[in-house]
């Protein structure tokens, strides 16, 4: 059985990369693995797009669920650099939601755009069987602004520096903590600052924070493989080395004791929120203070130069074949 997760390289390079209908000159930016958005040229505005799943979880209230959703699915348009401005979302949802649960939910990602300056500006909404909240439709996100200000996440250079967010496995504690609380067999102390992390998720704010402070050569959303994957993606787009110090690494109070107990290396489960951002160097401490003066939690740690890979503490480090997370997903799901 394939592993659970996005499809592996070897089958995207094969088969997804080679088949992608017609060939258009507008498509400045296409599918490549590691880069999770596209960008199109429209008469000289550049017009990036990213699309994602929906995902709610009912324990966390609707209201807030939709809002998690939410900056989950703009989060691969703003590590472009370019805001998030529109949204198409399709909701398949579960027959059991009731209307005023829709409501509440629907309120929420209302809200939530509202701040981020995103507008609806179409969509699906119906309930089908055999759905459940696990995955409950798909969004495409626009954000409209000057190709020149679009920052790839293949675009780190030699002399760089590395700027990391929020710290790993931030995404993973959390929701294990809301998912499974009887389970992980910790103090409920611990539980509740594993949650709180669920209110760190400053995607669209984080980055907007960094390109407007400092010269942003890329920036990757740390979720499938974690902060190690993140890295990896990085590091081979861009055919450089990344040097990191574990120990400049943020932590995020709680995530360690529940990804100890869920047994996850958290530098390799999905951690939405987290965010790997290369810079040039001499402003890297001003991008830090920028974000650190928002409430985001974040240091320098490690640079770019010449070379291959990824190496945390002078020992090389590669992207898990897929994500730990779902596999402890899958075995707390069956307790």
């Known amino acids: 059985m394939p592993d659970l997760g996005k499809i592996d390289r070897e089958f995207f390079d094969s088969v ?19 880069v999770d958005f596209g960008v199109l040229d429209v008469d000289g ?26 900056d989950v ?18 909701l398949t949802l579960p027959p059991e939601m009731t209307d005023e649960e829709l409501a509440e939910m629907w309120v929420g990602i209302s809200d939530h755009a509202r701040e981020l300056g995103v ?19 798909g969004a495409t996100v626009l954000g409209v602004g000057d190709s020149e200000d679009v920052v790839r996440p293949d675009g780190a250079t030699a002399g760089d520096s590395i700027v990391v967010t929020t710290g790993p496995g931030a ?30 998720f400053g995607v669209v704010r984080d980055t907007m924070t960094a390109v407007d402070t400092g010269t942003v050569t890329a920036m ?52 939405t929120g987290t965010l790997v951002i290369t810079v040039q160097a001499e402003d890297a401490e001003s991008v830090v203070n920028a974000l650190q003066r928002r409430g985001t939690r974040a ?9 291959d890979g990824v190496f945390v503490d002078g020992a090389q480090r590669h992207a898990p074949a897929s994500d730990p997370a779902w596999n402890a997903l899958d075995r707390l799901s069956e307790q």
Do not use: C
Not at 45 to 70: C, H, M, N, W, Y
Not at 184 to 197: F, I, M, P, Q
Not at 229 to 253: I, K, N
């Open 73 to 90: 699915v703009l989060a691969d348009v703003a590590v472009s650099g370019v805001p998030p401005s529109h949204l198409s979302m399709s």
């Open 16 to 34: 997804i990369y080679p088949n992608l209908g017609a060939e258009r000159d507008d498509v400045v930016v296409g599918p490549k693995h590691g």
């Open 220 to 271: 990757h959303d740390a979720t499938e493989g974690g902060l190690i994957g993140a890295l990896t993606e990085m590091a081979r787009g861009a055919d450089v080395r990344f040097d990191v110090d574990a120990e400049a690494v943020p932590e995020a109070p709680g995530v360690v004791p529940v990804t100890d107990a869920i047994d996850v290396d958290p530098w390799e489960v999905t951690s």
């Open 171 to 200: 995404e993973v504690a959390a929701l294990f903590t809301v998912l499974f609380p009887e389970r992980l067999d910790l103090a409920e102390s611990t539980l509740e600052t594993a949650r709180g992390r669920l209110e760190e």
């Open 119 to 137: 507008s609806i500006v179409s969509g699906h909404t119906a309930r089908y069987a055999g759905v459940d909240y696990s995955w409950v439709g």
């Open 45 to 70: 505005t550049a017009v990036v797009t990213a699309t994602d799943p929906i995902s709610i979880l009912p324990q966390l209230g609707f209201e807030r669920a939709g809002r998690f959703a939410l």
């Open 299 to 307: 240091a320098v740690v490690g640079a770019v130069s010449s070379g």
